[in-house]
């Protein structure tokens, strides 16, 4: 089936529970795809550790998020949220709190807020500016949006006893991405790739990192000093 993922044409296999996965993105016709999908590159050990269609969806996204970066494009494991025409990426180790610090903002500013990925966010780079992408690789609570916003800014949480910020330099900032982006690149030149790319979201993108209790007011810290930070 062909589908329009990150602007670009992407092939995905029918297979597992892709079909229902990717229904916001079909498009119809047959153009010539930027991105083959096959099922023959999936890991028949992941296949069988994680269950056929848990297997199929995690083999699935890692193809297409590495073959991304033949687009000027990387992701990065995050809850992406879009408002006032700005996206705002919360990354961190699992359990941190991402999720809970999005919803936050929907409380806080409104329905204005749509939480456009809860997973797996693409980002491209395009004429200078990045954007983030919801796809279809949107974690266990299936929360996407197929919607393409510009990156405002990009945070990393951690739980704590009081609410503060600060913005990360660049090397610390790549220090915080990598483990929330290179998985299963395995050929060096991808890796290279990898790590350009994020050299340059780190160049143009600022960088936070959020101490934080799960209340709206750090929800209004983030936003306020990402705003700023524009």
């Known amino acids: 089936m062909q589908c329009e993922i990150a602007d670009l044409i992407v092939e995905v296999p029918e297979a597992g529970d892709l079909v229902p996965r990717c229904k916001d993105y079909l498009i119809e016709g047959t153009a010539t795809p930027d991105i083959v999908i096959k099922e023959e590159r999936f890991r028949k050990e992941k296949l069988e550790s994680l269950g056929h269609d848990l297997g199929i969806y995690m083999e699935s996204g890692c193809a297409f998020l590495t073959d991304i970066l033949n687009f000027e494009g990387t992701y990065l494991h995050s809850s992406a949220i879009a408002y006032q025409g700005k996206a705002y990426l919360f990354s961190g180790r699992s359990g941190v709190g991402k999720s809970t610090h999005t919803n936050m903002w929907k409380k806080l500013f409104g329905e204005e807020v749509q939480i ?18 919801g796809t279809p690789w949107c974690g266990k609570d299936g929360i996407n949006i197929n919607m393409k916003v510009p990156v405002a800014g990009i945070c990393f949480m951690k739980q704590g006893k009081q609410n503060k910020i600060r913005r990360l330099s660049n090397t610390e900032a790549v220090q ?34 959020l101490e934080n ?12 000093t990402m705003r700023q930070g524009l």
Request: net charge negative.
């Open 176 to 209: 915080q991405i990598l483990p929330q982006t290179l998985q299963n690149i395995r050929s060096p030149e991808r890796m290279l790739r990898q790590l350009d790319m994020i050299g340059k979201l780190v160049e143009r993108i600022p960088v936070y990192e």
């Open 116 to 133: 456009f990925n809860d997973d797996k966010p693409a980002l491209r780079l395009i004429d200078g500016t990045w954007y983030a992408y």
């Open 213 to 224: 209790l799960p209340n709206e007011e750090a929800a209004r810290l983030s936003y306020e």
